[in-house]
C-alpha cells in the first residue's frame, strides 16, 4: 500500500527564514504533486513534478523530486506571512492519489 | 482553463436526510472523476473513483450503499449521502481529470462543499 509521509507537521517560522518540508513516499512513481489550502478553502495547485531530479521554482516556493530516494522537498525562502496555510504533497500511481498528512505554516511577523 | 465546481458550497441537514452534491468539468471533458473526504484538521481520504458510464470503485472502508456516486456525462459527476448522520459531517472535494496525449491525467479540484448534519 503506498504511504506517504510529511515532515513536520506544523510548522512556525519569522518572516525572512528559510525552511524546508519533507515529502517520503513508500512506492516507486514518478508523479508527485504539491498543493496549498487555505482555511475553509479547497486545494490550490502549486508543482507538478513528473521526473527525477524535477526542479520547480514559483516564487518564494521550490520544489524538487528525487524519485530513487522517493523523496520530494519543498522549500520556503525568505517566508513572508502570506505563505502561511497548509501544504500537501500528494503521490499519484494509475490515477490512485495519496496525500500526505499536511504541513501546517505558520510564517510570524 | 480545467475548471471544477462544486454545488452546493455548503449544506446544512438534519439527521437522516439525503444531500446529493454535483461536481461538473466546466471547460473539459474529464475522463473521471474522484471524490475525497476531509475531515477538520486531517488531510484528503480519497472515498472512490468513478469513470463515465460505469459503477464508481469504492476506497476500502466506504460504504458503497451509503455514499452513492452517479457518473452520468463526461462533465457531471453526483456524490448522494444517504441517511446522513453526524459523523458524516465534512468537507467533500471532488477532482476531475483530464485525459491528454501525456504520460499522466491531473486532476483538478473543485472548490470543495461543506456538509453539516445535525
Known amino acids: 500500500e503506498l504511504k506517504v509521509e510529511q515532515n513536520p507537521l506544523f510548522l512556525s517560522m519569522q518572516e525572512g527564514k528559510n525552511y524546508t518540508i519533507y515529502c517520503n513516499y513508500s512506492t516507486t512513481s514518478d508523479r508527485l504533486y504539491w498543493y496549498r489550502q487555505d482555511p475553509g478553502k479547497s486545494l490550490e495547485s502549486l508543482f507538478v513534478?513528473?521526473?527525477?531530479?524535477a526542479v520547480k521554482q514559483e516564487g518564494r516556493l521550490m520544489a524538487s523530486l528525487d524519485t530513487k530516494a522517493r523523496l520530494s522537498t519543498l522549500h520556503i525562502t525568505a517566508a513572508v506571512h502570506d505563505l502561511s496555510a497548509t501544504y500537501f504533497c500528494?503521490?499519484?500511481?494509475?490515477?490512485?492519489?495519496?496525500f500526505g498528512a499536511g504541513t501546517r505554516l505558520t510564517v510570524k511577523p | 482553463g480545467a475548471v471544477v465546481s462544486q454545488h452546493p458550497s455548503w449544506v446544512i441537514c438534519k439527521s437522516g436526510t439525503s444531500v446529493k452534491i454535483e461536481c461538473r468539468s466546466l471547460d473539459f471533458q474529464a475522463t473521471t472523476m474522484f471524490w475525497y473526504r476531509q475531515f477538520p484538521k486531517q488531510s484528503l481520504m480519497l472515498m472512490a473513483t468513478?469513470?463515465?458510464?460505469?459503477?464508481?470503485?469504492?476506497e476500502q472502508g466506504v460504504e458503497k450503499d451509503k455514499f452513492l456516486i452517479n457518473h452520468a456525462s463526461l462533465t457531471l459527476s453526483t456524490l448522494t449521502v444517504t441517511s446522513a448522520h453526524p459523523e458524516d459531517s465534512s468537507f467533500y472535494i471532488c477532482?476531475?481529470?483530464?485525459?491528454?496525449?501525456?504520460?499522466?491525467?491531473?486532476?483538478?479540484f473543485g472548490p470543495g462543499t461543506r456538509l453539516t448534519v445535525l
Open positions: 500528494a503521490v499519484d500511481i494509475w490515477d490512485d492519489m495519496r
Open positions: 468513478s469513470n463515465e458510464g460505469s459503477k464508481a470503485t469504492y
Open positions: 477532482s476531475a481529470s483530464l485525459s491528454t496525449q501525456t504520460a499522466y491525467n491531473e486532476q483538478f
Open positions: 513534478l513528473l521526473s527525477n531530479g
